[in-house]
């Protein structure tokens, strides 16, 4: 959803606030002005286009879901039997390190 506010366009975008701003060289230059918690990194960063914005969006909300997929998986392992909780604990430590 995008809005016009004082010179400034502003879009939103998977909860995440994305606002243009004025550059001298990037014309299409915005920033990201408001996030939810989880999303909290991308606070102030700025990005040359809305589309670049966008995409660092969707990166980080992938990364979320791959990160807690692994620990969902480690659960199931263990739950089904194939992974030893002693076991668990070394795979997630070595996830964590990556």
Do not use: C, W
Request: charged share 30%.
């Amino acid at each position: 959803m995008t809005h016009i506010m004082n010179n400034t366009i502003v879009d939103k975008y998977k909860n995440v606030v994305i606002e243009s701003v004025e550059h001298p060289v990037f014309t299409t230059m915005v920033q990201i002005t408001k996030t939810p918690k989880n999303k909290g990194e991308l606070l102030h960063k700025k990005y040359v286009s809305r589309d670049k914005a966008i995409i660092a969006i969707d990166k980080l909300v992938a990364e979320n879901l791959i990160a807690s997929g692994g620990r969902r998986a480690k659960e199931d392992m263990i739950e089904l039997g194939i992974l030893v909780e002693s076991e668990a604990d070394i795979v997630l430590a070595e996830q964590e390190e990556a």
